[in-house]
Structure formats: structure tokens, C-alpha cells
């Protein structure tokens, strides 16, 4: 009861946006709490937890690697780590945008209880997404090593600066969806009707050098989806990613954290109005 009253005398202090992103993001006690309770509850009473995702994937892999096979004139060796690796990545976007939606709607019992900064429960979010991508991992290595031993080399070390980059957009994401969703419940149902179509206008089924001229330009070049997947795809299947993909990642990056930022500032004091 004293730590929850000294966390609310701390969170009185904080007054500005830059503050509330400063604190909750020192507080990584917190949220990496925060995240691991989540996961246990999702998973609460499953013999094996957080890995029927992994299963799940495994499945849908084995299962979509034989339609696109043939669809794709791949071979199978080829094909599957393309596959496995995209979903993994194109699994923890989606999934962290998603939940984006109702990252206030569904703490609302934390805003009741104890005052907290607003910006541990987004730390929060992409910390237990994190978790459940290491997870797949784990199985993807294996096919990897099974199909194509070469892909785990020392290429694999990109794939640290590109989960970075991806839980550093996750944030500002999840604070600007969070309180658009909050303020206008209609943006939730938008925000996933677009995650539908940009699956499969985004390479992840499909291999990107498929598409030539216009279409290439708009659904892989021009895709920032495409990028921020490419940058850990490219070291799963062996090689480094390229620098117009960092290009384009950094560019999301400055611009979404500086509209994120801005209106984070503004509307923070309202968000426990508005759920």
C-alpha cells in the first residue's frame, strides 16, 4: 500500500508529456511486470502458455507453404523461411498495432486504483509482444536449421537494431492510437479493416521481386510496412537488410514520434476523461 502511494505522489510531479515518456520508461520494474501479468493471464490454465502461438504459426506456415509453393513457383527450402520469417514479424506489427486500439480502453481499472504514467502501459504492450515473438523465434531457428542450415549465421546480430527500431515505433503508435481510439471509438474498427488489406499488399505471402515497375514502387519501394519488416526478415534469411529500408524506417520514426509527441503533450491530462 506505501509503494502504490509513493508511485502516486511520484506521478503528481509529473505535469508534461516529456516527463510522463521520461519516468515510465525508467520504470521498467513496472512495466516489464505489467507485461509478464498480462501474459500469465492470457494464458492462465493452458498446459504450455504462450506457446499455442508458436503452434498456431507453425501450423499455418506448414499449411500456406504448400499453396505457396505452387502459387509462388518457390521451391520449399526457399520458400518456407521467407514465410515463417515474415509472418513472425508481420505477427508481432499487427498485433501491437491492434492492441494499440485499447491500450486506455483496457487499463481503465489501473487509472482507478493508482495514479501511473500513461506511457508504462505502452512499454508494457511492446514488452510482452516481444516476449511472444521470442517465443517463434525459438521454432523458426528450427526450421531454419532443418530447410537451410546457411541462414543462421552472423547475419542474425541485424536483427537487434531492427526489433529496436520496430519497439521504438510500437511506442509512439500505441500512445497516438490509444488516444485516437479513446476519443473516437470508430478508429479501432478502421485500424484493423486496413491491417486486413495491408497483409496482403505487403510482401509477406508473397516475394517481393514478383512485382516489377509502378506496382513494385507503390506496394514494396513505398510500403513502410514492407521496410520495417525487411529490416528483421533480412537477417532471419541470412543477410543484412538494406539501407533504403533503414531509410524509410527512420524517416516513420522522426515523423511519427514528432506528431506523437506533440499531441501526447496536448491531450495527456484528458485521457482519464475521456475513457
Known amino acids: 500500500m506505501a509503494e502504490i502511494e509513493n508511485r502516486g505522489r511520484l506521478r503528481l510531479l509529473v505535469t508534461t508529456g516529456a516527463e510522463d515518456l521520461l519516468h515510465g520508461l525508467q520504470r521498467y520494474d513496472l512495466w516489464s511486470r505489467i507485461g509478464f501479468m498480462e501474459i500469465k493471464r492470457r494464458y492462465r490454465r493452458t498446459l504450455i502458455g504462450p506457446f499455442w502461438s508458436t503452434i498456431s504459426l507453425a501450423v499455418f506456415i506448414t499449411i500456406m507453404s504448400t499453396v505457396g509453393v505452387g502459387l509462388w513457383k518457390q521451391s520449399v527450402r526457399e520458400y518456407m523461411p521467407f514465410l515463417a520469417s515474415g509472418m ?15 491500450l486506455f480502453i483496457n487499463s481503465q481499472h489501473l487509472f482507478s486504483r493508482m495514479r501511473i504514467d500513461y506511457s508504462i502501459l505502452a512499454f508494457a504492450l511492446v514488452w510482452r509482444n516481444l516476449v511472444g515473438f521470442l517465443h517463434n523465434l525459438a521454432a523458426y531457428l528450427l526450421v531454419a536449421i532443418l530447410a537451410l542450415p546457411g541462414l543462421v549465421n552472423f547475419s542474425l546480430l541485424w536483427m537487434i537494431p531492427g526489433l529496436f527500431l520496430i519497439a521504438a515505433n510500437a511506442v509512439w503508435v500505441a500512445l497516438l492510437l490509444g488516444m485516437a481510439c479513446v476519443r473516437f471509438r470508430d478508429v479501432q474498427q478502421l485500424v484493423v479493416s486496413l491491417l486486413q488489406i495491408s497483409m496482403f499488399v505487403t510482401p509477406v505471402f508473397w516475394p517481393p521481386h514478383l512485382l516489377t515497375g509502378t506496382t513494385r514502387l507503390i506496394f514494396v519501394q513505398l510500403n513502410p510496412l514492407y521496410s520495417f519488416i525487411e529490416i528483421v526478415r533480412a537477417p532471419l534469411l541470412g543477410h543484412a537488410p538494406t539501407l533504403s529500408s533503414y531509410i524509410m524506417v527512420a524517416a516513420v520514426t522522426l515523423i511519427g514520434w514528432l506528431v506523437t509527441f506533440n499531441a501526447f503533450s496536448t491531450f495527456r491530462k484528458r485521457i482519464a476523461f475521456w475513457v
Request: aromatic residues 6%.
Open 88 to 102: 513472425m514479424v508481420w505477427l508481432l506489427i499487427s498485433i501491437m498495432i491492434s492492441e494499440s486500439c485499447t
